[in-house]
């Protein structure tokens, strides 16, 4: 999930100058429309040691007007708050109708120091986040606007950044170096932490923080359009409460790069070797799902990816290495009138197979977050709830013992359309293709951003997303191969 | 909470009669505007053994149509359901558009029949009940009317009704001796479960089954009220989701006893034994008090009460006993422009004393469900959340430590009356009378159902409710000091 904020978004110099008077004056007209509209922000800055919290925060009381914004930090309590309840901390800094708050860790900062600490265990992790939903659920209710950052860094970034060891008045927190050694396992917890309370009335913002005037714009710009977004609601009387997740991008073309620039499509492998590598998985595979099944292993592979990507051939590859009688492929296409009745996750809960068996999904319940949000099929409420409902769903597939991979098939616009063109020019291959296909490539750079966040909000360490580059075919066939076996190997080891 | 449920509501043979027609047509009616609207309906049913949920899911079978309804058990699971997640044997079964499905038992029952058999610790029970809020969320979101009804029996009741051996299909729950054995335990976890999950889309309605045909027809005028008014909100676009959570009560006046009702107004005291026994207790207080402060254990008493009933009496009473650098008196009446720009619980969370001192609230944090709920103040859905919130704010408050007492000093109306004249006729007397006092009394039946519902909801383990009879003001006195110092004394033997 946060390692895929490593995405290199940046802003130069001039872009940021182009972009802040605008964003500046928008800022203060919003401001000023959220006394007359009566609301309360509450803003909680969170993220890594060396992200530039603490810049962030004094960027925006340079931005906004001071008069309505106050920074809190909770420091070591002092003896008056430890006589009260945990919480009596943070109402006495609650933010007035009208005025913003600015929470520089706030209620997430103990918990995170716990678990880092392992004085949280996973299973006790639910009942110290209860309190939280409960108090954002309780001000959000009443007419107080949460937002949430996460800053992120790359460790490299993060190693230079904290060479110099900065102190601050609360000893409770890790120093530089601690904060290094403990990256891997802060970035384990802070996803745990994000997903449970990542919540339609008080989101998280996931917000790279390796450029520093990428990381102020477009926290700006988040906390802009959240700030427009519920004032024009305010004055509709509209209660869809929710601001768009994905972080509100400047025009400069840098700060838009997505997790998809990043894949080289250039990597390809000779027939020979293709040939020979893919029958030995197949043969592995084979073994490894009857031993999946004697174990009660389920494994779920779900597929997704650009039309034309190769995933039935993908999966055409992949059942040739499984017994007949251990796998299913269920195609979803658009819901049935009946299936339309139901819940949206309904159809696949239908399809659970039962223990042991693999069950191969071409496409899935991301077509809520994918399609069904770029086409406007749903509320952008309902995409965005779906997220954590997706996250909620995939944890009890996994069940503690399960295997759930995630792939996207990936390919560049040009070989979609190299392709196209050949399913059309192909009597035999014509039926593969549709309007749809070619009404969905205009929108693709919607779809990118779509695919983007998908990526960032659903990669969890119990089910992993691949971005399978699939330019060569067999190149992302026998990568998907690879992983399948790697990934079952690993599960039945560590169930035996 | 529960046990507050003995109220001895009932129903007579020809008032049923009368009311059936017109339920059992207009259930039938909602039920057909159900299919148009696309709403589904998942109603819950749980409760005591021996309350009678089967026979209530009959009844809802013999009045609705029985093409729009479905009744499912979850008895032991199958292997094919012990196979999948946990909540796989739940989704089979899930209602479709239009359709109403009844879940006898559902995802409570495992977890009620866990904690009596100390399968489930009090810090471990949020982690069961998130999937479970989870859930309900969810579906709530969708389009799905939740509603879960728990039936409360008094003990001789039950155990007269459970002499007659029961058996179920399902041999994983408890016998009729077990039950009635683990009746306390059971109402114990019971209160704490429907606490948690009471939310505003997802309510649950407490329904006392000791009367058969008011159990019928209380649970029957629950559902209608809560169909119709879904069907209109979403004729209307409104998003305001929640039914009213005191059952609907037929026009039976037997059905509409209240808990004040029960309270035995004749009680009195002559003034020589209540001047010997008060003294007493005064100084006893003075002792605990300090006791208490050396401690640090915090004393919370709030006041509630008819206009009248003597609150401020028996508040100087009380502090007369206490030294006055331990005590605060917070009176509250309505809220200021000020405090208005904050949350409701803000002016009282600002007044959370230090360790080991006794804060004293005259009127509190209950304005929000008595005043402000019978005076339109706030909105419906606001008050309904309120019980929610209140509990968990004095949960915080209490902190596993703390002492917190609430009372409620009852009169009857003529008492009421013959104290306002003697007030209005009584020059120094005549400030504490004002046209509000008056136009209260006129809402007295709004307001009794408003004190009976919050004593209901709000009615904890860790903060119960009084109901002190003040009839005679003398007695009422004497029994909040007797209260006051007996729940002292036990608490600070707890924590020595």
């Known amino acids: 999930m946060l390692n895929t904020l490593d995405l290199g978004r940046s802003v130069s110099k001039d872009d940021y100058k182009k972009e802040l008077p605008e964003l500046r004056s928008r800022l203060l007209e919003a401001q000023r429309a959220l006394l007359t ?247 592995e595979l084979r073994e490894l799902t009857w031993k999946a099944y004697s174990l009660g292993i389920s494994t779920y592979l779900i597929f997704e990816g650009w039309d034309a990507a190769g995933k039935g051939g993908t999966i055409r590859r992949l059942t040739s290495g499984i017994d007949a009688r251990l796998y299913r492929v269920i195609p979803y296409g658009a819901p049935s009138s009946h299936e339309l009745q139901h819940h949206y996750l309904w159809r696949f809960w239908r399809q659970v197979p039962r223990a042991g068996r693999v069950a191969i999904f071409d496409r899935s319940w991301y077509g809520r977050v994918l399609v069904e949000r770029v086409e406007n099929l749903c509320l952008p409420a309902e995409w965005q709830r779906a997220y954590h409902e997706i996250n909620d769903f995939e944890k009890q597939l996994v069940n503690g013992k399960n295997l759930l991979l995630k792939f996207w098939l990936h390919i560049s616009p040009k070989e979609q359309l190299r392709r196209f063109e050949d399913r059309q020019n192909t009597p035999w291959k014509n039926y593969k293709i549709t309007p749809d296909d070619w009404r969905n490539r205009e929108k693709r750079p919607e779809y990118e951003l779509a695919v983007n966040e998908m990526i960032l909000r659903t990669s969890t360490e119990y089910a992993p997303w691949h971005i399978v580059a699939s330019e060569d075919k067999n190149y992302g066939r026998l990568e998907v191969l690879d992983t399948v076996c790697a990934a079952l190997s690993a599960r039945i080891k560590a169930a035996e």
Chains 1, 2 share one sequence.
């Open 37 to 283: 509209a009566g609301i309360s922000v509450l803003v909680i800055i969170e993220g890594m040691d060396g992200s530039g919290r603490a810049q962030v925060v004094n960027k925006l009381h340079e931005w906004l007007d001071p008069r309505g914004i106050q920074t809190h930090t909770f420091w070591k309590p002092s003896d008056e708050e430890c006589e009260r309840p945990a919480y009596w901390r943070y109402w006495r800094e609650m933010p007035a109708a009208g005025q913003i708050a600015i929470f520089l860790g706030g209620w997430y900062r103990d918990i995170v120091t716990d678990a880092i600490q392992d004085k949280i265990k996973e299973d006790n992790l639910d009942a110290r986040l209860t309190p939280v939903n409960d108090i954002e659920h309780l001000l959000a209710h009443d007419r107080t606007l949460i937002l949430k950052f996460w800053y992120h860094l790359p460790q490299d970034e993060q190693e230079q950044r904290l060479k110099i060891e900065k102190s601050t008045p609360d000893d409770r927190y890790s120093s530089s170096k601690e904060a290094i050694k403990g990256r891997e396992k802060l970035t384990l917890w802070a996803e745990r932490i994000l997903r449970t309370t990542d919540m339609a009335d008080a989101p998280w913002f996931l917000i790279e923080a390796s450029d520093m005037r990428y990381r102020d714009l477009a926290t700006g710009y988040s906390l802009l359009k959240a700030l427009e977004k519920r004032i024009t609601n305010q004055i509709n009387q509209r209660s869809e409460p929710l601001p768009p997740q994905e972080p509100a991008l400047p025009q400069a073309q840098s700060a838009r790069v997505t997790l998809l620039d990043h894949v080289d499509l250039q990597t390809s492998i000779n027939k020979d070797e293709y040939e020979d590598k893919i029958l030995k998985r197949q043969n």
